[in-house]
């Protein structure tokens, strides 16, 4: 069965670092690769997704993730974080071809000034 | 503009009272499915649809139904509600083409 680890809980870093936040997946072939943010109060937007080609993909807001098939991860990257980034972030998979998506148990990024 | 309207957005109800949360898509998405959220667990899917009268139970089903009678709507009901069910629902949307799901604003749901 599919799985999704996503192993910091809470993250915290300063306005204007660099940010990285952990996704492992278990599947046996290429799965899509999604990841969505969750501000307080609000819904899940998207924020990139990976099905094929270029293993790094840019998304809104200045996230980019790279997709490394021998280390099954799709980390989730920004150069510089700002204020408004502190959220939930979730990984999730689908690789059934029906639609499902598994997610991983989210990361909440806190940003201190 | 593309959404998925759920309502209500957030509900009190009492165990044992009937109830049922909307869900309404403008996509003519064929795929819809049903996602709950729990601290920890992230989030999981409780029903889900591939296309009108066609459903089929997710990982966490029991003590819901839904159905699915026209393309756009697919209701999700709590027809006796327990505490174990407060929890924050979520409704998504996608077509079979690309599975790129589109969320709901979230329905937070206590019973008491």
């Known amino acids: 069965a599919q799985s999704v680890t996503q192993p910091d809980i809470h993250i915290t870093v300063s306005e204007g670092a660099s940010l990285e936040l952990r996704c492992n997946y278990s599947?046996?072939?290429?799965?899509?690769l999604f990841w969505y943010v969750q501000s307080p109060g609000q819904g899940l937007q998207l924020l990139l997704k990976?099905?094929?080609?270029?293993?790094l993909v840019q998304g809104i807001k200045g996230f980019e993730a790279e997709f490394k098939r021998s280390q099954s991860s799709f980390n989730l990257r920004k150069p510089s974080v700002h204020w408004s980034d502190a959220a939930e972030y979730f990984c999730?998979?689908?690789?059934?071809?029906?639609?499902?998506?598994?997610f991983g148990t989210g990361t909440r990024l806190l940003v201190s000034p | 503009e593309a959404q998925v309207t759920q309502n209500p957005r957030y509900l009190i109800t009492v165990t044992g009272k009937k109830l049922t949360v909307t869900c309404s898509q403008n996509m003519n998405h064929e795929y819809m499915s049903w996602y709950r959220q729990d601290p920890g667990l992230g989030l999981r899917q409780i029903y889900y649809s591939m296309n009108v009268e066609v459903t089929d139970k997710g990982d966490v089903p029991e003590g819901y139904k839904v159905s699915r009678k026209e393309k756009r709507n697919f209701p999700l009901i709590l027809e006796s509600p327990s505490p174990n069910q407060t929890s924050l629902y979520f409704c998504a949307s996608s077509s079979l083409a690309l599975p790129e799901a589109f969320f709901g604003q979230g329905t937070r749901l206590t019973v008491v």
């Open positions: 599947y046996g072939a290429t799965p899509y």
């Open positions: 990976y099905f094929s080609g270029d293993t």
């Open positions: 999730a998979v689908e690789g059934t071809g029906f639609q499902k998506l598994v």
